[in-house]
């Protein structure tokens, strides 16, 4: 069986037993998964859902499917999360939605959030592409209610090269999900009997069989994954214009996708990634802001200004090498080329890190 075979109700079952939803339903993307519930939501030509700007831009495009306009709220300086003081404000007469976002696998303010969409009668889905196996007050992410879509590219958490699920608590969510992701096909009916627009999301019996192997195997993964962040966190605790990621506190556990610091503000970001590249160091822009990405800015007129402090994390932020067999040597070369590339051979770059600790005076170049 290549497609539509038994190994895909297989893995749903798995998924969502480990994630703790009663349903789920995998698709061929992340991104599938997320158009199809703003599709289940019905967002109308120009809707307006709220979202973050520090995402991947699918957490946007997934309602700009069906027509909707999205709105940017501001994000949490620490968390990089959608900070719900920003999304409250952001709310109007026009807005039908909130898309949250679990960015680099720390869960966003669920509770809050919720909270917000339920008080306004909108409707909220959980982007949590990133974050598998990540825990929000003590419950895995996916058990809290709200759909939630989870995807499996090759740098997650688990790959099945491409692909996702969506993890719902409403069976007839489920069910829509399943006739929506293979054409609006019915299955209380003849084979070729059709009953909706849909579309072809299918996930393949084979991705779904990688996919159990990995399950498998996920807490061994994730474990590695943690022990990696806790060197390079460790290994950057005395590398001076260096912020290393957010750390767990008691209602949030992160799930290790990437590890993404921040330089120092003054700090040339650009000129870093170019440094660690000249000693065979590969570093990642991670990420764009997404209302500021070209397409956007064409069609909906975005620019800078509109979510400051998401934009200046932005220009601060770049992703380490980061995998779960990476060894605790490399871990260690990859840290002393960051050392090396934020201080550079710039006086003037020493001097504009040096302005920035407290209580020590600019030296006078």
């Known amino acids: 069986r290549l497609s539509l075979g038994p190994a895909i109700e297989r893995f749903e079952e798995l998924f ?28 109308q030509d120009d809707d307006e859902v709220i979202t973050s700007p520090i995402a991947f831009v699918a957490t946007a495009n997934c309602f700009i499917f069906e027509g909707g306009r999205p709105v940017f709220a501001d994000v949490d300086p620490q968390t990089l999360n959608l900070d719900p003081a920003a999304v409250e404000a952001a709310i109007t007469e026009q ?87 293979n054409q609006g096909r019915s299955y209380d009916s003849r084979w070729f009997y059709h009953v909706r627009l849909g579309f072809n999301y299918r996930i393949t019996d084979l991705q779904a069989a990688l996919g159990i192997a990995q399950l498998e195997k996920l807490d061994r993964l994730l474990a590695m994954r943690s022990d990696v962040a806790v060197r390079y966190s460790e290994l950057l605790a005395d590398v001076d214009g260096v912020e290393a990621p957010h750390a767990d506190d008691a209602e949030h556990k992160r799930s290790w996708f990437v590890y993404v610091v921040k330089v120092a503000p003054g700090v040339d970001r650009d000129a ?8 065979g160091v590969e570093a990642g822009l991670y990420v764009p802001a997404v209302h500021l990405q070209p397409y956007l800015r064409e069609r909906y007129g975005f620019a800078e200004g509109m979510c400051p402090v998401a934009e200046d994390a932005c220009a601060r932020t770049l992703a380490l090498p980061f995998f779960p067999q990476l060894e605790p040597a490399d871990q260690e070369l990859v840290v002393e080329a960051l050392r090396e590339a934020v201080l550079g051979s710039d006086p003037f770059t020493k001097f504009a890190l040096a302005s920035e600790l407290p209580g020590l005076a600019p030296c006078p170049y």
Not at 28 to 42: K, R, W
């Open 16 to 43: 969502a037993e480990r994630v703790g939803a009663p349903y789920a339903a995998a698709v061929s993307s992340g991104t599938a998964g997320l158009h199809m519930l703003c599709h289940i939501a019905e967002v």
């Open 272 to 279: 870093v990634i170019e440094r660690l590249a000249a000693q």
């Open 95 to 181: 807005t039908k939605g909130i898309v949250v976002v679990d960015m680099f696998g720390y869960p966003c303010e669920l509770d809050e959030l919720r909270a917000i969409a339920e008080r306004h009668g909108l409707w909220l889905i959980d982007d949590s592409c990133e974050a598998l196996g990540a825990e929000y007050k003590g419950r895995t992410i996916g058990s809290h209610g709200p759909s939630s879509v989870f995807g499996f590219y090759p740098n997650k958490q688990i790959t099945t090269g491409e692909g996702g699920v969506v993890t719902t608590h409403s069976e007839e969510e489920r069910d829509l999900l399943v006739s929506l992701r």
